[in-house]
């Protein structure tokens, strides 16, 4: 059996500490505030990107650089070793389509290498947890093949709920209209949202105040849990954006209903773009997505 490196894109937010621990090699994606690009050496930490948002700047997002990925993969190449990458999901960004095309490319050139590009369908560390997954199996002496067949398998039960606190960054990502954004900022109006099985951002209703939002991620997750086929030593993730004490207030939730691998992170400046500060995600294994 080959020996394969797992490798992933820096949407996928799993913690920097699991990343170093765990030699997974990551493809950066970049985004701009200005003429700025940031993403590569040039990096803002996630509280610094989200208090830039709050003055009022507005960032955009970029795909990885195809470059970057050939490069990368090309060290691994030549050490003798496979690739399985865990990519962003091909439904929100060309990055996905990027490392497709490197990968082809790539396998021309090494005829006797093989590399595996697993589309997430997610984001953040609904991405993530397919990462962890990937390394938890690769651990336990599976092949890349397997652990491929794996994620495919299980790709459609990792359920994705989240919240935001300004509606306005929904607005310009085209997610709500204009009026709505006004109208719903107004009265305290709180979005949930969820990510369908084709990996796209689909609403889940609106409540009213900020903590009934936080309470209902919960309850989104109490309704959609499959205990009987993923237990409860499976990973939670909370997901944030420079809001720490609300992730840890929705950790602690669903500490209650009987988890305890839960992982708290931020959500990366190149997907905050779109969310904005306050953003509060939750990611679990349960029933499969529609």
């Known amino acids: ?86 990519a962003f999901s091909s439904a929100l960004s060309g990055s996905c389509q990027n490392v497709q095309v490197a990968a082809r490319d790539l396998m021309e050139e090494y005829p006797d290498r093989k590399i595996l590009v697993f589309d997430s369908l997610n984001a953040s560390l609904g991405e993530g947890v397919s990462v962890m997954r990937a390394v938890s199996l690769k651990e336990e002496g599976k092949g890349m093949d397997e652990v491929y067949d794996i994620l495919v398998k299980e790709r459609d039960h990792i359920q994705v709920y989240f919240t935001v606190d300004d509606l306005h960054h929904l607005q310009r990502g085209g997610r709500v209209s204009k009026t709505t954004a006004v109208v719903g900022s107004m009265i305290n109006i709180k979005p949930l949202l969820t990510v369908t099985a084709s990996g796209e951002l689909k609403s889940d209703g609106t409540v009213r105040g900020r903590k009934k939002a936080l309470r209902t991620l919960v309850t989104r997750m109490e309704q959609a849990l499959d205990t009987e086929h993923f237990g409860k030593e499976r990973p939670v993730a909370v997901i944030h954006g420079d809001c720490l004490e609300d992730a840890r207030g929705v950790a602690e939730q669903v500490r209650e209903l009987g988890f305890d691998h839960i992982v708290i992170n931020d959500v990366s400046p190149s997907i905050g773009t779109h969310a904005g500060p306050g953003v509060v995600g939750l990611v679990f294994y349960g029933k499969k997505v529609d």
């Open 1 to 86: 059996m080959a020996e394969y490196v797992i490798t992933t894109d820096s949407n996928s937010d799993v913690p920097e500490e699991y990343l170093a621990q765990h030699m997974v090699p990551v493809i950066p994606q970049y985004y701009m505030f200005g003429e700025t690009v940031y993403g590569d050496e040039l990096k803002m930490e996630p509280s610094e990107f989200y208090e830039t948002m709050r003055k009022g700047e507005l960032p955009k997002s970029m795909a990885n650089n195809p470059e970057v990925v050939r490069q990368t993969f090309t060290e691994i190449l030549k050490e003798g070793r496979d690739i399985l990458h865990i």
